[in-house]
């Protein structure tokens, strides 16, 4: 089975440009998560979708948002770009509940912000 | 405020070497705590889950140990292909968020 799929893999922006990323939960995960890495850190919390619906939001601000399609897959977007928001964005799903406890990652998208 | 904190930053190990890993969590009610293990260039890894003092969890060569404020991550006779950065998360019993240290690398060296 495949594992948890990410769009793009790199992705290089400019400041106050709009940026859209998609992940593809494992067949069958319901829920699907955001998180953001700056380097040298762990990951930090922006979102959580379950059967469609917005389960969690971070301590994030209003340029970000998310949703989550029928089919399970999710997107992230991130509206005027900052230098700030340069990390590894990740995607994260679990099977059947929203109860995280045990989360399967993709390998992130890499955004340059310059 | 949950947080979490681990140490060391890095570690660098001769190949069987044994070690621990230190994750220090203060959380207003634990629901559990998680280990990762992530590789360069990539996603977290599920190494354990540890729901309660006492428990422990065994993969390999890894032991995970579980206090009232602390997790660790034993490392026995480690080889170089455990060479990468493992990350703790705690759960509070208030919502199903995690939260993450910033994690310890580890370097086995041949």
């Known amino acids: 089975d495949a594992g948890v799929t990410q769009s793009p893999t790199h992705l290089i922006k400019t400041r106050g440009q709009h940026v859209t990323l998609r992940c593809s939960p494992i067949?069958?995960?319901?829920?699907v998560s955001w998180y953001q890495q700056v380097l040298g850190q762990g990951p930090q919390f922006i979102f959580q979708?379950?059967?469609?619906?917005?389960?969690g939001r971070g301590n994030f601000p209003d340029r970000f948002s998310a949703r989550q399609f029928p089919n399970y897959s999710s997107e992230l977007n991130v509206n005027a770009l900052l230098l700030g928001d340069s990390a590894l964005y990740l995607c994260?799903?679990?099977?059947?509940?929203?109860?995280?406890?045990?989360?399967?990652f993709g390998s992130g998208t890499q955004l340059s912000v310059l | 405020e949950d947080q979490v904190t681990q140490s060391p930053e890095a570690l660098r190990l001769q190949e069987g070497e044994s070690s621990s890993l230190n994750c220090s969590y203060t959380?207003?009610?634990?629901?559990?705590l998680f280990w990762y293990r992530q590789d360069p260039g990539k996603g977290p890894e599920f190494l354990f889950t540890?729901?309660?003092?006492?428990e422990e969890k065994e993969k390999e060569r890894l032991k995970a140990t579980l206090t009232k404020k602390e997790s660790f991550l034993h490392i026995t006779a480690p080889k170089p292909e455990d060479s990468a950065t493992y990350l703790c998360?705690?759960?509070?019993?208030?919502?199903?968020?995690?939260?993450w240290g910033a994690g310890t690398k580890l370097i086995i060296k041949p």
């Open positions: 979708y379950y059967e469609k619906e917005e389960r």
């Open positions: 540890l729901y309660s003092a006492g």
């Open positions: 959380v207003s009610g634990l629901r559990g």
């Open positions: 998360a705690v759960q509070a019993k208030k919502d199903y968020q995690l939260i």
């Open positions: 067949s069958g995960h319901k829920s």
């Open positions: 994260a799903s679990s099977p059947r509940t929203a109860t995280n406890e045990k989360l399967f």
